[in-house]
């Protein structure tokens, strides 16, 4: 046995699909060195998944997708006889295949070459040499987002399909009426419920007219019965080519609704007009019954974007950890020994610097401030060791240094208390954020940031507001901010967490966002 198979078995936590659930899924891998291909179909084995296909030939991916019909694919970048990119794009022409997720399997992790996958259709990535770990959490993330999304098609499609079954059975009660208005011919739906009701069916049978029937309803004072005689005056006039009415028809037990159209026959001959009075009660039932519905599928994307917010986080605080314990550790090791050889050297030399040693440990200390650049934006340290005010201080004075602005002002309610991880996860990116905008875009030397707790009809709510001087935008360039400055992703942080959203701006005047959380 060797040393991949000694270790214990892999058993991550799902917390949603179950795990038995997601080892169902059918993987295809697609690897032109026989190597990898073999130490993932192990690494899956042991983890349970049974559905695993693999080829290390790449050229007959659409047949292998047709014969397979993989849940994820775990693609090769680098293939000589067809790299990855011209298999995702053979998968994007197949509308039944490129919902698949792929999960890139590449040695070059340059920003490049991670741009061009996601373009070509990627959603995720393996940097080789693989780790097994790492290996079965993002296959299992893609799992779970392919079945739950699965699910909530299926859910949205049963909709649908009542809908329109309802629809289908609905039936329509028509008359045909002459030029004056005498009804010359009915169908058996509308005879059915004149004989339902009583003293409908001689006033509306056959030879009756249909407008004095109206007339006399508008004189009961019966408001719809104005309308309709009205409409079908205008449609027998040639006016107008419909008249549609929807009307209540409610008796004391029952709720009912109706939809009146009145067309006119096209063609030669005498004018001729349809009257048709179609229930809708069912729809309108099925309409109340769609808006719970979406109500309840809004709810669900809700809590299904929160989890997968919440293990991007953690996902990002991993990383952060191991940057910031191996490579910058590393990076700030070198600098020290460098450092001290370079004030042995210079001693020994009479005082004289090396040109070379100072260029070195100028890149090596912008190197460590890199470095730690990098894992404040994965995740902060700060916020898990000095909570949200002390964490957003520090991410504003590193910016202030990193932009140069003359002043930034942070205004933070004395002995803030920490609260939810979610919620500071939150309001950290958001400012984050914010405050990246502002470096970019806003041409400004000042900006504030305020956090505060402030109580509301007995109720506690964290604000957070992010002002700068810069230059602003108008109200019509908005909808373009939102695109492309991530002003959207704020807004969509604080509606999860049922907060309230607020931009304010200017041309030459800067902007100022505004966030609520409540904190229940």
Known sequence: MNALQERPLFSPRQKGTPLDVLTQGRILIVDDELANVRFLEIVLKQAGYNNVYSTTDPTHILSFFTRFKPDVLLLDLHMPSCDGFAVMQQLQAHPEFNSVPILVLTADGTVRVRHKALTEGARDFLIKPLDETEVLLRINNLLETRFQNTLLEQKVQEAQRFLRSTFDALTSHVAVLDERGTIIATNKAWRAFAEENDGVETA??????????????????????TAAVQGIRQVMAQEVREFLLEYPCHSPDIQSWFVMRVTQFIGAGPVRVVIAHENITERKLAELAVIRLDKHILTQQKILTHYFMNRLEEDRRTVSYELHDGLTQYVMSSFAFLDSFAAKYCAEQGGIKSVMLEKGLKSLEEAVLEAR?????????????????????QLLQEERQRANWEQAD????????????TLETAVYRIVQEALTNIRKHAKTNRVQIGLKIKPEAGEKRLTVEIRDWGTGFSSAEKRQQYDHIGLHSMAERVNLLEGSFEIESQPGEGTRIYAEFPLT
């Open 373 to 393: 650049r990098l894992v404040n934006g994965l995740r902060s340290l700060a916020l898990d060791d000095l909570g949200l005010g002390g964490a957003l201080e």
């Open 204 to 225: 509306c049978d056959i030879g009756a007219n249909y407008l004095e029937v109206c007339d006399r309803a508008a004189a009961d004072g019966i408001p719809e019965a």
């Open 410 to 421: 942070f205004i933070c309610d004395p002995e803030l208390p920490r609260f939810d991880v």
